[in-house]
């Protein structure tokens, strides 16, 4: 089991690597910007290989990290604000945005 979450993390950080400078490099100075309600292929594949699988890890930890973090929040009285920022925005970032839109 362990060997098999190391590849997949070899896997994505090599899919990350190979894709991050593609957009750089394909665009040229006189290249006009892509309008915000269009995205490029890049950018979808891109954030459907790396943004959303790590937003759902991000969700998945940031869950964890509230329950595991509750009892202090609900002494300090900032339940909702620790909620919001471990499991609520990530959970936007990977469920609610445009395919392509960071």
């Known amino acids: 089991m362990n060997m098999s979450i190391r590849s997949m993390l070899v896997i994505v950080l090599a899919a ?3 894709v991050a400078p593609v957009p ?16 490029s292929a890049v950018q979808m594949g ?11 890890v991000a969700t ?11 009892p202090f929040s609900a002494a300090g009285g ?6 919001k920022v471990l499991v609520k925005e990530p959970a936007e970032f990977t469920f609610k945005r445009p395919l392509g839109d960071f």
């Open 16 to 18: 990350a690597l190979a």
């Open 24 to 39: 750089a490099a394909a665009q040229s100075p006189q290249q006009q910007q892509v309008p915000k309600d269009e995205f």
């Open 46 to 56: 891109a954030d459907l290989l790396l943004g959303r699988p790590l937003g759902l």
């Open 60 to 70: 998945l930890v940031g869950t964890a990290l509230f329950i595991a973090s509750l």
């Open 78 to 83: 900032n339940i909702e604000q620790a909620g």
